[in-house]
């Protein structure tokens, strides 16, 4: 059973910085990819950003240029470094590992709060 833990969340001013880390519980390199997605209140789950084994990363474009994901394999850890956060930031964000088994498995964190407010 596959487990992710997150961290790192809080409540931040706008303009401010937080790191988000995800742990997992086995190889982050037996993971065909790992990113980070988040939902809002009333709105869906969208994808943040995307990390893949080789190192491939991908944004959305709302956090482009403000966010970096990063991966240490020795750690079995992700990170999301999070700059110059707004208040439509704020949502509760989710670990995602992707493999490739008989079919695509998603396995899933049990998400961190982020607030960005005055």
């Known amino acids: 059973q596959v487990q992710l833990v997150e961290s790192g969340g809080g409540s931040v001013q706008p303009g401010g910085s937080l790191r988000l880390s995800c742990a997992a519980s086995?190889?982050?390199?037996?993971?065909?990819?790992m990113g980070w997605y988040r939902q809002a209140p009333g709105k869906q789950r969208e994808l943040v950003a995307t990390i893949t084994s080789r190192g491939t990363t991908n944004y959305a474009d709302s956090v482009k240029d403000r966010f970096t994901i990063s991966r240490d394999n020795a750690k079995n850890t992700v990170l999301l470094q999070m700059n110059s956060l707004k208040a439509e930031d704020t949502a509760v964000y989710y670990c995602?590992?992707?493999?490739?088994?008989?079919?695509?498995?998603?396995?899933w964190g049990q998400g961190t709060q982020v607030t960005v407010s005055s």
């Open positions: 995602n590992a992707k493999r490739l088994e008989s079919f695509w498995v998603d396995y």
């Open positions: 086995e190889g982050i390199v037996s993971f065909n990819a």
